[in-house]
């Protein structure tokens, strides 16, 4: 198993890339804590599947993006599962228009979850990888922190923020073995892509040369080795996972 009694914290895991990605660390052996901002139901199903395969599991519902959350949730994952050995910043929003019609409010709601919430995250739980001189962070950005999307201006200054703040974090804490990469999903079907159109589904399929939606377990597979004691040399990476739509 890739991560073997080690601790995950998954944001944004009750549903989604976050729950294929909570599911699969605990198929490979790590204990989790979930976090969702409201839906509860959804994450105590993703805490009985968990427990169901041997692993241990806790939900901490809040929103990532609010710093006393942050802390409450660092206390509450120390108390039930001990010290949290990987990261992965996957809570994301978006609230798409066109930059004209774009209201400040919907500029700074994708900011403050997507962005602000994956760096008070890093914040919180570096400190104590530095300490187990442990640890891996990974950034779920998007291809269209790379490319752009029209419509998307808040979401994608986010993503590519969070490629920014992943090479920067590289370099700050590789020295103490751990490694902080990002992965940068295409299009991949969740509730999140359910609300596009069909006509803006199909145009976005012209792009992506293996001609089909991703799944939530083609990026919950790299992430799972990017936890993994074998990526230990991969730092500061953005790995695409997008059926080649931004080569
Ligand atoms: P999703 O289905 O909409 O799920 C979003 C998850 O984030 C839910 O668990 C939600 O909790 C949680 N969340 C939202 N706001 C939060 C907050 N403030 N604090 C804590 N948790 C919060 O999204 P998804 O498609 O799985 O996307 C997951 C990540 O991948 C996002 O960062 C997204 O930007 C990125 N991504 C997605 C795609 C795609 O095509 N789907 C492509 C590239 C990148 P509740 O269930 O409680 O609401």
New binding site residues.
């Given amino acids: 198993m890739r991560v073997n009694n080690k601790v995950a914290l998954v944001?944004?895991?009750?549903?989604?890339?976050?729950?294929a990605i909570a599911m699969e660390l605990a198929r490979q052996g790590a204990h989790v804590a979930i976090?969702?901002?409201?839906?509860?139901v959804?994450?105590e199903e993703v805490k009985q599947e968990i427990e169901a395969m041997g692993r241990r599991a806790v939900i901490v519902?809040?929103?990532?993006?609010d710093p006393g959350f942050v802390d409450g949730m660092a206390k509450e994952i120390t108390a039930s599962l001990g010290k949290v050995d990987i990261l992965v910043n996957?809570?994301?929003?978006?609230r798409d228009n066109l930059i004209l019609r774009m209201k400040e409010e919907d500029w700074d709601a994708v900011m403050?979850?997507?962005l602000k919430?994956a760096f008070l995250c890093a914040k919180k739980f570096s400190r104590q990888m530095l300490k187990a001189r442990w640890g891996r962070i990974i950034n779920?950005?998007?291809?269209?922190g790379i490319i752009g999307n029209p419509g998307q201006a808040n979401?994608c200054a986010a993503?590519a923020g969070l490629l920014g703040m992943t090479k920067s974090l590289a370099r700050e804490l590789g020295s103490r073995n751990i490694t902080v990469n990002a992965v940068?999903?295409?299009?991949?079907?969740?509730?999140?892509?359910a609300q596009l159109s069909q006509e803006k589904e199909r145009e976005m399929l012209k792009q992506v040369p293996a001609n089909r939606l991703?799944t939530?377990e083609d990026?919950a597979s790299i992430v799972s080795f990017l936890a993994s004691e074998g990526a230990g040399y991969i730092n500061g990476q953005v790995l695409a996972v997008d059926g080649g739509m931004s080569m």
């Fill in positions: 944001t944004g895991s009750s549903r989604g890339i976050g729950r976090n969702c901002a409201s839906r509860i959804e994450a519902q809040g929103n990532v993006a996957n809570a994301g929003i978006t403050q979850v997507n919430g779920i950005s998007s291809v269209v979401y993503k940068a999903p295409g299009f991949i079907a969740t509730e999140m892509t991703g939530p990026v």
